[in-house]
């Protein structure tokens, strides 16, 4: 549950909208059921159901888009009515809603939304005593529903921002250890769900270490930057590189039997031969392969790949090692 709070922002704000609803109008309404004003009461406590309504249905089912935009639609219908009803004391209730309602769906949404909502406080006309009042009103909600918007706006940009750096990796812009994690758990639960058929290939350069000490990092840099543009040139685009760490990369492969894994590896070794180069002469990769196994767990996974991968370079390196072969191929 606070790992979905944590991670899906609008959520978050559909919870926080919600539970700040229940505790900020419950008093009001029992005050106004109690004054008699049974109209406000009723009108309270069905903005009240219908928000947690919409959260509810944000946490079932994760359709935050949806449940965003009805909440910001209810907040701020319900502010209006209130104004409308109680006058004066109910148009306060508008600003937060004009607020929230940028966080709560899409910009031009919220801009419509709020609009709409001054305007038919504005028509309605009564909760206002003056003019000046009423022009106020409308002043002050446009400045805060423009502060809200620039607000919303730079901050989904920096989640944007921060997003793709928590997952790409800087140096060669592949994805990170962290989005495979994601991406092999949805590759397996996929799989059990579909029959599509995965391979995971875990690929290491040989003698790096000896790169970067005769040739300088910047060199051992540049290798992975273009051996990861030459692998990403001979996959399909349905196949996700990640860096796993160092000089060691993770290949997810979808829809591929045993024959067409055996030919793009072949394919890849055979790139890699021709073109990846070091001033110091060739590189060359080991490779440790598994396809998917039924109701294997994505840690057995790639610890099967990565047992073949120990086998490629326990038996020379620039070997290409199926983690259910017995017997070791050598290179192309
Ligand atoms: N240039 C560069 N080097 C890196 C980077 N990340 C890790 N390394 C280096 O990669 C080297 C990996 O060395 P080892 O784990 O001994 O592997 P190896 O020399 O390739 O040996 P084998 O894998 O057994 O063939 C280390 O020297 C790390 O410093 C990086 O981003 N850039």
């Known amino acids: 549950m606070f790992y979905r709070l944590k991670t899906d922002f609008r959520l978050s704000i559909i919870t926080l909208l919600a539970i700040s609803a229940i505790l900020g109008i419950t008093p009001f309404a029992v005050m106004r059921f109690l004054q008699g004003n049974l109209l406000a009461g009723i009108v309270d406590l069905t903005i009240m159901l219908a928000i947690t309504a919409g959260m509810l249905y944000a946490w079932i089912t994760g359709d935050t888009a949806r449940s965003g935009l009805a909440m910001a639609i209810m907040a701020c219908g319900g502010a209006v009515t209130v104004g409308a009803i109680v006058g004066e004391p109910g148009l306060f209730w508008l600003y937060p809603c004009l607020v929230t ?34 022009w106020s009103f409308a002043a002050t909600a446009v400045v805060v529903s423009c502060c809200a918007y ?9 989640r944007e921002r921060l997003e793709h750096l928590a997952t790409i990796d800087p140096l060669t812009g592949v994805k990170n250890r962290r989005s495979m994690d994601q991406e ?32 300088g990092h910047n060199v051992g840099d540049d290798v992975l930057v273009e051996m990861v543009a030459l692998i990403e040139q001979n996959i399909r ?24 894994l055996r030919a793009v590896m072949h394919n890849l070794q055979h790139i890699m031969h021709k073109f990846l180069r070091h001033p110091g002469g060739q590189v060359t990769a080991s490779f440790g392969v598994a396809l998917l196994r039924a109701g ?10 990565d047992e073949a991968l120990y086998k490629a370079k326990d038996s020379g390196r620039d070997r290409i090692v199926y983690a259910d072969d ?3 191929s050598g290179s192309a």
């Open 237 to 260: 685009k349905s196949d996700q590189l990640f860096r796993f760490g160092g000089e060691e990369f993770v290949l997810l492969m979808s829809g591929v039997d045993e024959t067409g």
């Open 326 to 328: 017995t017997v070791v």
């Open 296 to 305: 294997e767990t994505p840690d057995d996974w790639l610890l099967r790949a």
């Open 150 to 158: 620039v607000f919303a706006h730079r901050n989904e940009n920096q």
């Open 101 to 134: 309602s940028f966080f709560l769906t899409e910009s031009r949404y919220a801009i419509f939304i709020n609009l709409a909502a001054v305007i038919a406080l504005m028509v309605h006309g009564v909760a206002f005593s003056s003019a000046v009042q009423m």
């Open 184 to 215: 092999l758990s949805m590759a397996v639960a996929s799989a059990s769900r579909t029959g599509v058929s995965y391979a995971l290939v875990l690929l290491d350069i040989d003698y790096f270490k000896k790169i970067n000490d005769e040739h």
